[in-house]
């Protein structure tokens, strides 16, 4: 088990660094909760003076491995807006965007803003009413395409989202 642990540290830690949320120098981001399926990952960027978190689930698709994503959640350093942060894997179909269905609805689809040498990046403005679909609901599909014709459909537990959001600093 502590092989796998320390794993799924890294790659939160790779995530996290590509989507700006670390340092690469401060990489190592400690895992300070577990909120169900979600772990709360800290660090301090350089040259601020407290700490940054963000709730982190890394997921694949259950018929093919080899597509996962990254899911973080967080507030922004000026506790102005609240994120919804997705690392997609390259390959993906970029115009058909990333899809959301939370508990068998149609949230809707989000462009992806940009790729980096591991995957490409959606992100989305979290407003109270989504918090409240995705703190309230059971599970989440993500969707995400590499043909116009073929979506995958990748799930996200929603179990411990409400209870790590509410203790994001």
Do not use: H
């Amino acid at each position: 088990m502590q092989p796998i642990l320390g794993l799924v540290v890294r790659t939160v830690a790779v995530a996290a660094v590509a989507l700006g949320l670390m340092s690469p120098a401060l990489s190592q981001g400690v895992v300070k909760a577990q909120y169900g399926d979600w772990q709360m990952s800290c660090d301090t960027p350089p040259g601020a003076s407290f700490e940054q978190c963000a709730l982190i689930q890394n997921v694949s698709a259950e018929d093919q491995p080899n597509v996962g994503l990254s899911v973080i959640v967080l507030k922004t350093a000026d506790k102005q807006a609240r994120l919804l942060r997705v690392l997609a894997p390259l390959g993906v179909l970029l115009p058909n965007g990333l899809g959301l269905n939370i508990d068998g609805a149609n949230i809707g689809r989000v462009a992806f803003v940009r790729c980096l040498p591991n995957g490409c990046v959606a992100e989305v403005v979290l407003d109270d009413d989504l918090i409240t679909k995705l703190t309230t609901g059971k599970s989440a599909i993500f969707f995400v395409f590499k043909t116009p014709e073929e979506g995958i459909g990748i799930p996200v537990s929603l179990n411990g989202f409400g209870d790590g959001f509410a203790q994001l600093p």
